[in-house]
């Protein structure tokens, strides 16, 4: 399984950014995908999870009042809507693949993308 992230950038602090993750190289079938960001110095931090149908839905506290996990009209497609960025939301972001449940653990996740930068000024 191949993921690539896009839509990183660099925007002012209470802007907004909508994150991609493609998926290529083998359907998504029934497995599920989360987001991670990851800051100079800091461990890789869960964000959110969708379930394979979109039927279900896991946030990290820290972001559940702004962030929101989608999948597109085509399975090989998730989002995250990034609303109320702040400067300490500055981070690399990772879309992650994983084989069982909602894991917000990296370990639970069996393949990742390379990561799109997210920079928020203030």
């Known amino acids: 399984v191949h993921l690539v992230e896009s839509g990183g950038g660099l925007v002012q602090a209470g802007s907004s950014l909508r994150l991609t993750c493609t998926a290529s190289?083998?359907?998504?079938?029934?497995?599920?995908m989360g987001w991670f960001r990851q800051a100079p110095n800091n461990e890789r931090e869960f964000l959110a999870a969708i379930r394979w149908d979109g039927g279900s839905t896991r946030y990290a506290d820290s972001v559940q009042d702004r962030f929101t996990v989608s999948r597109g009209s085509t399975r090989n497609t998730v989002f995250l809507q990034m609303n109320s960025l702040k400067p300490e939301d500055t981070a690399i972001y990772y879309c992650a693949y994983a084989r069982i449940g909602l894991p917000i653990t990296p370990g639970g996740y069996s393949s990742w993308g390379q990561g799109t930068q997210v920079t928020v000024s203030s």
């Open positions: 190289g083998h359907p998504f079938g029934d497995y599920n």
